[in-house]
């Protein structure tokens, strides 16, 4: 089987509906044809400040979403990153050999770094993307499915894999980035036209996974649309609605095209309603779910370190290869 790679920060205590359709809801699928590794990165999560404590409890609720989204931990290696120590060690020989002006060129770092001003900005944060491509190297990984928001990090990661290749000779396998179109940029409700995310400043747009099925409800009915009237899919001029309608086709599994002919003829208030009812009927299992799975604790972690094991396996293979090449000497 194909081996695919892919993970999630623990950086808020649920995750956003972007994450699961952009995300999880894919390797749901992936992992019945591929070897899967998906990890929980609690290691990047610390690249902007975090509070210990919410950061604990945040990175076992997130392997509680994993679980409960369908991610099963005896078919696909469901794992902490910090766990697997190797990933740290990576990330260092591939700072070294990593342009300064290149790692300067990626556009989340440029996002963040402006926000945040320089001095609040870490030196971990410029440091994200070698740590994201010690990730996928280390697992010899084929394809890498994330959401468009990713794609630079996986094209970095392949770039600084050949150079690898290319100066110490074969060692890494180059990862293709593999992204679903239709799904690779959910949009936060009250701003259509930026992508939903767990840092973002207004939780208005935000739909968690694990929010009370009336929050989520009143969020959607809400949500910004726009002035015309007719549900119609156009991205251009109606970025609200197509951004409704792409969500209530996933989740619903249902054609764009069969819902433009539902709703034809009925207001938006209707498509809110009736993707509010689908959307609280996806999550309210999963929501009891991670739920019952976070009444066991003992038994979540359990899981977690018999995953890290099986990936500590293959990660630190990856890394002595990798030491070796470098020329570092192997301590006897
Ligand atoms: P993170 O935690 O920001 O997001 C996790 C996954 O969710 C996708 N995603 C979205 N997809 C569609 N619409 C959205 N609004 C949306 N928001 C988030 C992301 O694209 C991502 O696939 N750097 C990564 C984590 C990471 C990783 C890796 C991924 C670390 N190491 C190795 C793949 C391979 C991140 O911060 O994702």
Redesign the pocket.
Known sequence: KPRL?????P?ADSL?I??Y???LLNWKALQQTHDAYF?I?DL?ALTVAQDPVKLRENTRRTAAQYIASGIDPSVSTLYVQSHVPAHAQLAWVLNTITGFGEASRMTQFKDKSARQGSDATTVGLFA?PM??AA??LLYDTEI???????RQ??ELTRDIAARFNARFGQTFTVPEVAIVKE?????DLQNPTS????SAESHAGVIWLLDEPAVTAKKIMRAVTDAEGGVVFDRENKPGVANLLTIYSVLASRSIQSLEDEYAGKGYGDLKKGLAEVVTGTFGPIRARVLELLDDPAELDRLLAQNADRAAGVANETLARAYDRVGLLPRR
Do not use: C, F, R
């Open positions: 790679y892919s993970g999630m920060q950086s956003q972007g994450n359709i952009g995300a990890s990165v990047h994200y740590l994201m990730d996928i890498v499915p994330v959401g468009e928001d990713q990090h996986v799904t690779a940029k959910i949009y992508k939903m995310s767990k």
